[in-house]
């Protein structure tokens, strides 16, 4: 079996979502835990010369960046104990989840960057985003998008 490596870092929710797909199909790897956001190592960067940023797998040489890319290639890669569910509409389920978590995380952080009224928006935004998961997302699994 070829080497996989995953450059990460240990706050990362992209790089948690990375490193839980791995054990789900009981792939070995290296984790590199990587100095961010101040010093990046040259490997991630000649591994991820567009964005510079982590989650990056390298599986037998051969880097793949982005989070959920890096999910489809190991579901692809590892086709056993699959990620997403067999039925069609159950998996667009799962993207659109998958996406709405992607597009969400980044407003989520802003409460630790915020002071004053910005953090209190900040609050409100994130309480907001948790009540449409909770809604829309956990309650019902059959709900409509």
Do not use: C
Request: glycine residues 4%; aromatic residues 14%.
């Amino acid at each position: 079996m070829d080497e996989v490596k995953l450059f990460g870092f240990w706050a990362s929710p992209f790089s948690r979502r990375v490193i839980w797909a791995l054990k789900l199909k009981g792939v070995e790897y290296e984790y590199i835990e990587e100095n961010l956001p101040y010093n990046k190592s040259d490997l991630l960067l000649q591994y991820n010369p567009v964005h510079k940023k982590i989650p990056v797998l390298v599986h037998g040489g051969k880097p793949i960046a982005e989070s959920l890319v890096i999910l489809e290639y190991i579901d692809e890669v590892w086709p056993h104990n699959p990620l997403l569910p067999k039925d069609a509409y159950e998996r667009s389920v799962a993207r659109f989840w998958a996406k709405f978590i992607e597009e969400k995380t980044q407003p989520m952080w802003e409460f630790f960057r915020k002071f004053g009224e910005e953090q209190q928006k900040a609050i409100e935004n994130n309480f907001e985003i948790l009540r449409t998961i909770k809604e829309h997302g956990l309650e019902d699994k059959k709900s409509k998008i």
